[in-house]
């Protein structure tokens, strides 16, 4: 069961626990986190044990202190053997080996002296700094010491002096100093009862990723058949019966008969009317227009700047045709002037 924490960091027992109490939890930064040898941290800050160290320094940060100067001191000397050649004049290598604890060590002191000045390093806090900073050079001098172990393996002279094992063991004790030194019973005075403060963003637990949605398929608008002109009537003749006359028909010959023939006068017949066809318009809208397709997706507009060319006239609505050869229809026909 998870237990809030008071003010100074007690783990409050459930008996002592109001039912109707909200739980508040801390957020706390990865080098303020309990160790395996923290002890529980009592109620008020008053109560907390006094923490004794050497001056405004605690035991472990004297031991830092002094495990640095004495590689600051030793990087003084030469590395080879052959000729003098020192850690500061080997190139950029003085930047891992020796600056960067510098660094760290600076800051330790820094925090002592001025509390309120520099906290962190980025997202690390001065102690995760100085576990880097110390890393990052013991790994540096060991491979210096690989390299030179390959090379007398290989049957090469020993050319590098005592200053390489003596750096890489003080860069050791630094690791020891601050990477384990919250699981040694003597070091972990520095990180008890430490104050519960929030993490820096760059320390906070990820957020959760998740999977991006599927956009959403756009309608694919139906090709429109364009109207093909309508095809003119054949020209055909059709006799025209005339009231004066008799109209000609192609009958078959009648036998020979001496009877008298009666002439037949026919009306003409009511002329039959020929299909309408629409004839294409230009028109011009007084405002700008959608035409849309037969989906009602806006495929082009029409409006008063240049005249739009009307295929089909539908009464509630106009078949237009685009310039470049697409056709939709034009639902708003009023105030149209046509051309």
Not at 29 to 34: A, F, G, I, R, V
Not at 88 to 114: C, E, K, N, Q, Y
Not at 183 to 205: G, K, N
């Amino acid at each position: 069961m998870r237990h809030p924490r008071a003010p100074g960091g007690m783990i409050v027992a459930d008996e002592q626990l109001d039912d109707n109490a909200p739980l508040v939890e801390t957020e706390v930064t990865s080098d303020e986190l309990p160790t395996l040898a923290e002890v529980p941290a009592v109620a008020d800050p008053a109560e907390v044990p006094p923490q004794y160290g050497i001056g405004p320094f605690s035991i472990r940060e004297v031991v830092i202190l002094g495990v640095w100067l004495l590689a600051f001191v030793t990087s003084f000397f030469s590395l080879s053997l052959l000729r003098f050649d020192s850690l500061w004049t080997s190139g950029l290598a003085w930047i891992l080996t020796i600056a960067v604890p510098t660094v760290a060590v600076f800051l330790l002191i820094l925090r002592r002296l001025s509390p309120t000045g520099i906290r962190r390093v980025g997202s690390l806090g001065i102690d995760q700094f100085a576990s880097v900073a110390f890393s990052v050079s013991s790994v540096v001098w060991l491979s210096y010491i690989w390299e030179t172990v390959a090379y007398v393996a290989d049957g090469g002279p020993w050319v590098r002096s005592w200053v390489m094992w003596l750096e890489f063991v003080l860069m050791v004790a630094g690791v020891v100093l601050t990477v384990f030194a919250p699981f040694i019973p003597v070091l972990c005075e520095d990180f008890r009862h430490r104050p519960e403060v929030a993490a820096h963003r760059s320390a906070r637990p990820l957020r959760p990723i998740v999977a991006r949605p599927a956009p959403e398929p756009r309608p694919v608008p139906v090709p429109i058949a364009e109207p093909q002109p309508e095809q003119a009537p054949a020209d055909t003749y059709t006799p025209y019966a005339s009231p004066y006359e008799e109209p000609y028909r192609a009958e078959p010959a009648p036998e020979e008969s001496w009877a008298p023939q009666t002439a037949v006068y026919e009306t003409p017949a009511a002329a039959q009317p020929e299909p309408v066809r629409q004839q294409a318009f230009w028109a011009l809208a007084p405002e700008e227009r959608d035409v849309v397709d037969e989906q009602g997706v806006p495929i082009f507009r029409v409006g008063p700047t240049a005249w739009a060319l009307v295929i089909e006239d539908r009464g509630e609505l106009f078949v237009v045709r685009h310039e470049d050869g697409r056709v939709g229809y034009l639902h708003d026909v009023s105030d149209i002037t046509r051309g």
